[in-house]
């Protein structure tokens, strides 16, 4: 059974800040991990997909790293509408359904 | 280009009765997959479909729950009796195909009192 797991569950930032966000998961054949941004009240908002280890991708001031076990969404100084819920997700090679992290609640202050 | 779309944003149901949830896949858009989210808690997946096919619905209660995803017209997710346990959020999301990634609605609230 796939499993994803989100550290830590909540970080509050000061602007400018920079931190990284880490969804750790077990699959078995990856088929993809993806990242999703949540704004209370909202559906999650697709940010990237990795597909294998050493992958890379970058948004604004957002970047994605995946390795084989683990995967970092790294935070580059901050703003306070960066403040969100980060959902982590793996689709692994005998699902059609990604498996879904808990989240990371993320708070940035002005 | 029109995301995915849900209605009612907001239900309220008194226990006993029945809630039609709506979903529009995004254009170019034929998998279509439901959601359920606690506060507090992950997306928990209830059902996946295609156009007239349901593909996997081992996330769904096997009573009271359905879906559809007719030839034409949205996917309908509908709740029979409902109870207060099933006051949540639920979500709707659209895919090219099973491969890649799932594009969000902005979900529906449903309440139950």
């Known amino acids: 059974e796939d499993q994803v797991t989100q550290s830590p569950e909540a970080l509050r930032l000061q602007e400018g800040e920079s931190s990284s966000l880490n969804c750790s998961y077990t699959?078995?054949?990856?088929?993809?991990l993806f990242w999703y941004r949540q704004d209370p009240g909202k559906g999650p908002e697709f940010l990237f997909t990795l597909y294998s280890a050493g992958e890379e991708k970058e948004k604004e001031r957002l970047k994605a790293t995946l390795t084989k076990k683990e995967s970092f969404l790294h935070i580059t100084a901050p703003k306070p509408e960066d403040s969100a819920t980060y959902l982590c997700?793996?689709?692994?090679?005998?699902?059609?359904?990604?498996?879904f992290g808990r989240g990371t609640s993320l708070i940035v202050h002005p | 280009n029109a995301g995915v779309m849900q209605n009612p944003r907001h239900l309220v149901r008194r226990r006993g009765q029945e809630a039609r949830l709506r979903c529009s896949p995004m254009?170019?858009?034929?998998?279509v997959y439901w959601y359920r989210q606690l506060p507090e808690e992950g997306l928990k997946f209830m059902v996946y479909?295609?156009?007239?096919?349901?593909?996997?619905e081992s996330g769904m209660p096997k009573e009271r729950f359905s879906a559809e995803f007719p030839k034409e017209g949205p996917s309908i997710l509908r709740i029979q009796q409902v109870v207060r346990g099933d006051s949540a959020a639920y979500f709707c999301?659209?895919?090219?195909?099973?491969?890649?990634?799932?594009?969000f609605g902005p979900g529906t609230r449903l309440t139950v009192t």
């Open positions: 699959v078995s054949g990856l088929r993809g």
């Open positions: 997700a793996v689709k692994s090679g005998g699902s059609y359904i990604p498996t």
């Open positions: 479909l295609q156009k007239e096919n349901i593909i996997d």
């Open positions: 999301a659209s895919s090219r195909d099973s491969t890649y990634e799932q594009y």
């Open positions: 254009k170019g858009h034929s998998h």
